[in-house]
C-alpha cells in the first residue's frame, strides 16, 4: 500500500518529469483536410439531431452536487485552469502524492475478511493473500467495533470477525507476514484496545509493533453519526486518539491510528461534496484535538488515514479524488505542517448505497466502474467489494471476482503504468475544479458552525443529506435515475440469491465456550491490577499489559468510557437507492406466494401490433417493475372487442395502448366502457395526453397516465393499495 510502500521522494526523477513537461517542440501534424467547427455550427449540428427538443434540457447534465456537465469540453475553455507547471508528488499534491505513481508501486488490493470465527476469518485473510490481496483487512462485528463482549452481543459476527479477548487477536494473526504485507482494522470509535490487542498479540508470538505497517483506526466522530449515540464524551475519545497516536509514533511508526471514513455519509444518501467537506471537518476535528494534547502538526497528520466511497458518477469520483488532496494539503499547511505531513493518504471501496438485491450481478459492473475512477483518481488501496454485499457475506465466488478486476486491472489492462492518466483532460480538471470550490465552501461552512462536532449536534449536516436522499429517491420513482434490474429492465424470472443467514445462536455459543476457555486460567488479581492502571492513564502500554493479563475488550472500553460522559446526535440513517423498489417489489411475490394471487393488468391494445407495441412494451415494462402480471395480446380492431375481453380477463387494472393520433378517436369511445365491465379497475392511458385533451380524457375515464414523466414508485404502489397488498 501506499503508505506501506516507501514512497518516490527522488527530486531527480521529479526534475525528469518537469523537463518532459516543459518539452514543445512536437513534430507539426498537418490537418489540412479537416475545417475546425466553430462552437456556433456544433451547436447547430446538435439542435438538427435533437429534431426540436430543447439543446440546454437535453445536452447539459445536473449533477446532485449541484454542477452541470457541459456537453463538450475544449481545451480553450480550460486553458487557465489546466496544472502546466505541477507533477505527481510535487506542489499541493492534485496530481497525486508519489512522483511515481503506481509504477514499481501498485495500489494495495485491500479484499474484506469478515469470517465470525478468528480462526476461519485467519483462514481466510491467508487465503486472500495466497491469490492475490496485498493488504490483510480485518473487518470486525458491530460488537467487537463498540467494545461488547461476544458473550452479552446481539448478533455475535452480523458484519465481521468476533474479536473479545487478546487470544482471539492472536489466532486471527497467526501466520501473517505483517512485516511484508499491511494489516487493516477499522476499530470503530476507540482504537486503543484493538490496537493493545494487535500489540499484545506480536509480544506474545516474540514479535514487535516496528515493521507493522498499515492501520488499526479509530473514527469517532463517524462512529457518532453511525449510532447517534456514544457511551463517552468526544473530548474522552480524543484522548484515546492522542494516546493511540503517541504510542504507535515511538513504537508503530508505520501505522496509523485515525481512520476517518465516508461510509456513514454516502449511505446515507449525500453528494459527493457533501461527503467529502463532512470527512476533511472530521479530520480537522482530529488535528486539532491531537495538537491540544501535545502531538505536533507533523505527527498528528501522519496519523490519519481516510476511506471514500466511490460512486455511481465516474468523472466526479475522480475529480473528488483529485479535489480532495490539494484541500488537505492546505489544511495541513495552515496548521503548519511540512510537505510530507501535507500528503492524504486515501483508502477506497465502492458506495454500498449504488448496490442491488435484484440482478445483484450488475453489482459487478457497478464496482468495477468505481474500482476504475478510483485508481484513475489517485486511490492508495482498494477494497473491491463482492457482488453480493447487499444480501450477505461474500463467498469465494464473490470474493474471487471482486479480487480479480484489481489484478487485472494491474497486470493485463495496464493502469500501473500512466501517472495521473486524467492529468490534462479538459473535462475533469474542469470538474476538479468546481469539486474544489464546491467542497471547500462546504467545508467552510461546517466551519463556521463550530466544526463538524457542533454542525452534527445541530443537525445541519442530516438535514443536508436527508434532502439529497429525498431528491434521490424522487428521480428514481420517476426513473430519471435508471437503476437497472429494480426500477427499469426487472428481470421477471429472476430467482434471489439465498441470504445464507449464519446460525448466531450457535455462533455466541461457540464464541462463549472458547472465551471462557480462555479466561478460565487467567490471574483474576493481575488482570485488575492491570485494568486499574489501565484506567488511570488510558495509555496503549498499560492497555497492552491489561489484554496480557486476560482483559477483555469489554473491560477495556469500559475502563475508556464508564463515568466519562455521553454524546447523542441524529444519526444518519444507511439506504441504497434501490431499497424502495425492492420493497415494492417482495410485498408484490410474497403476496403471490401466500395468495396464489397478483396485480393483473391488461393491456387494451388498439390496432395492428405496429400501432400499439411500442408503447405496450414500454408499459408492461413499467409494470413489471412491481413483478406484476401483465396481460399482452395482437391488438383489437374495435373498442367493443378490447371491452370484451378485458371483462373476461377480470383485471384490477386497464391500460389503453395506441398513439397520440388514435387516442381522440379511442379513448372516449372506449374508456366508458371499460369502467362499466370492470367497475373497480383503473384506466390508464399509455402515453402523456397534450393539455387540450386531458379534460376531455379525464371525462371519458383515464384515471392516470403511464409514460416516461409518470411516477412510477406511486402507480405501482397505488395499484398495490387496490389489491390490498398494503394494509
Known amino acids: 500500500m501506499p503508505e506501506e510502500k516507501e514512497r518516490s521522494s527522488d527530486e531527480e526523477l521529479q526534475k525528469l518529469l518537469k523537463k518532459s513537461a516543459d518539452v514543445e517542440d512536437f513534430p507539426d501534424v498537418p490537418l489540412d483536410e479537416f475545417t475546425p467547427p466553430t462552437d456556433e455550427e456544433w451547436k447547430a449540428a446538435c439542435e438538427a439531431l435533437l429534431k426540436g427538443a430543447p439543446f440546454e434540457k437535453k445536452m447539459f447534465t445536473k449533477t446532485y452536487e449541484g454542477i452541470t456537465f457541459d456537453p463538450m469540453y475544449t481545451r480553450k475553455h ?29 495500489w494495495g488490493i485491500a479484499q474484506a475478511c469478515d469470517e465470525t470465527l478468528p480462526a476461519e476469518n485467519n483462514e481466510l485473510l491467508r487465503h486472500e493473500n495466497d491469490k492475490g490481496a496485498t493488504i490483510y483487512h480485518i473487518v470486525l462485528d458491530t460488537a467487537s467495533r463498540a467494545g461488547v463482549d461476544a458473550r452479552q452481543a446481539e448478533k455475535v459476527g452480523d458484519t465481521g470477525t468476533s474479536v473479545t479477548t487478546v487470544e482471539d487477536m492472536h489466532v486471527l494473526l497467526t501466520g501473517l507476514d505483517l512485516a511484508k504485507f499491511p494489516l487493516y482494522v477499522y476499530a470503530g470509535a476507540n482504537a ?3 490496537l493493545a490487542f494487535v500489540a499484545a498479540a ?30 463517552a464524551s468526544l473530548d474522552s475519545y480524543y484522548d484515546s486518539l492522542a494516546s493511540a497516536a503517541r504510542w504507535a509514533t515511538v513504537n508503530a511508526p508505520h501505522l496509523r491510528t485515525v481512520f476517518v471514513r465516508s461510509d456513514v455519509y454516502s449511505r446515507g444518501g449525500a453528494n459527493d461534496v457533501q ?90 459492473l457497478r464496482n468495477t466502474t468505481e474500482i476504475f475512477s478510483g485508481v484513475v483518481g489517485g486511490i492508495d488501496s482498494f477494497e473491491s467489494a463482492p457482488f453480493d454485499e447487499p444480501i450477505r457475506k461474500g463467498d469465494e ?75 434521490r429517491f424522487k428521480n428514481a420513482d420517476l426513473r430519471r435515475d435508471r437503476i437497472v434490474g429494480n426500477n427499469m429492465y426487472p428481470n421477471m424470472t429472476e430467482t434471489l440469491l439465498e441470504t445464507r443467514a449464519e446460525d448466531t445462536a450457535a455462533l455466541k455459543a461457540q464464541r462463549t465456550k472458547d472465551i471462557e476457555a480462555y479466561l478460565s486460567d487467567i490471574d483474576t488479581k493481575h488482570r485488575d491490577e492491570a485494568l486499574a492502571a489501565f484506567k488511570a492513564d488510558g495509555s496503549v502500554q498499560n492497555a497492552v499489559e491489561a489484554a496480557l493479563a486476560g482483559a477483555t475488550i469489554a473491560e477495556l472500553m469500559a475502563a475508556l468510557t464508564a463515568g466519562k460522559g455521553a454524546e447523542t446526535v441524529a444519526a444518519i440513517a444507511p439506504h441504497r437507492w434501490s431499497e424502495r423498489f425492492e420493497a415494492l417489489r417482495r410485498r408484490t411475490e410474497d403476496y403471490k406466494a401466500a395468495k396464489d394471487d397478483n396485480v393483473k393488468i391488461f393491456l387494451a391494445n388498439m390496432g395492428p401490433i405496429p400501432q400499439h ?48 393520433a388514435t387516442y381522440p378517436e379511442i379513448v ?37 397516465y403511464i409514460s416516461v414523466r409518470a411516477n412510477c414508485y406511486e402507480i405501482l404502489e397505488g395499484l398495490q393499495k387496490q389489491k390490498g397488498m398494503i394494509a
Open 192 to 194: 486503543v484496545p484493538l
Open 202 to 231: 506480536r509480544r506474545a508470538a516474540g514479535e514487535d509493533m516496528k515493521n507493522v505497517r498499515g492501520i488499526v483506526g479509530a473514527d469517532p466522530i463517524g462512529a457518532l453519526v453511525t449510532d447517534g449515540k456514544l457511551p
Open 613 to 660: 407495441k411500442a408503447r405496450a412494451d414500454f408499459t408492461t415494462g413499467f409494470l413489471q417493475v412491481g413483478a406484476f402480471e401483465v396481460l399482452g395480446n395482437d391488438g383489437f380492431k374495435t373498442v367493443d372487442e378490447a371491452a370484451e375481453a378485458a371483462r373476461a380477463s377480470g383485471a384490477d387494472a386497464v391500460v389503453i395502448c395506441s398513439t397520440d
Open 78 to 106: 480550460t486553458e487557465d485552469i489546466l496544472p502546466k507547471g505541477v507533477m505527481p508528488g510535487m506542489g499541493d499534491y492534485l496530481r497525486g502524492v508519489d512522483a511515481a505513481g503506481y509504477i514499481g508501486k501498485p
Open 275 to 364: 461527503e467529502v467537506a463532512a470527512v476533511l471537518a472530521a479530520a480537522t476535528a482530529y488535528l486539532r484535538a491531537l495538537c491540544e494534547r501535545g502531538l505536533t502538526i507533523d505527527a498528528a497528520a501522519s496519523q490519519i488515514a481516510f476511506a471514500f466511497s466511490m460512486g455511481a458518477n465516474f468523472f466526479l469520483q475522480i475529480a473528488k479524488l483529485r479535489a480532495v488532496r490539494p484541500l488537505w494539503a492546505q489544511i495541513v499547511k495552515a496548521f503548519g505542517g511540512n510537505a510530507e505531513a501535507q500528503k492524504m493518504r486515501i483508502h477506497a471501496r465502492p458506495a454500498l448505497f449504488f448496490k442491488t438485491v435484484y440482478d445483484p450481478y450488475v453489482n459487478m
Open 397 to 471: 465466488f464473490s470474493r474471487r471476482i471482486a479480487r480479480n478486476v484489481q489484478i487485472m486491472l494491474q497486470e493485463e489492462f495496464g493502469l500501473l503504468q500512466p501517472i495521473d492518466p486524467a492529468g490534462g483532460s479538459w473535462a475533469v480538471e474542469t470538474l476538479t475544479r468546481q469539486m474544489k470550490e464546491k467542497i471547500w465552501a462546504a467545508f467552510q461552512g461546517i466551519e463556521k458552525e463550530g466544526g463538524i462536532a457542533a454542525a452534527l449536534r445541530a443537525g445541519t449536516v442530516q438535514e443536508g443529506i436527508a434532502k439529497v436522499l429525498a431528491d
Open 668 to 704: 372516449p369511445a372506449l374508456a366508458p366502457k371499460l369502467h362499466k365491465v370492470l367497475p373497480q379497475a383503473r384506466v390508464f392511458l399509455a402515453g402523456a395526453a397534450p393539455k387540450d385533451l386531458l379534460e376531455t380524457y379525464k371525462e371519458a375515464g383515464i384515471d392516470e
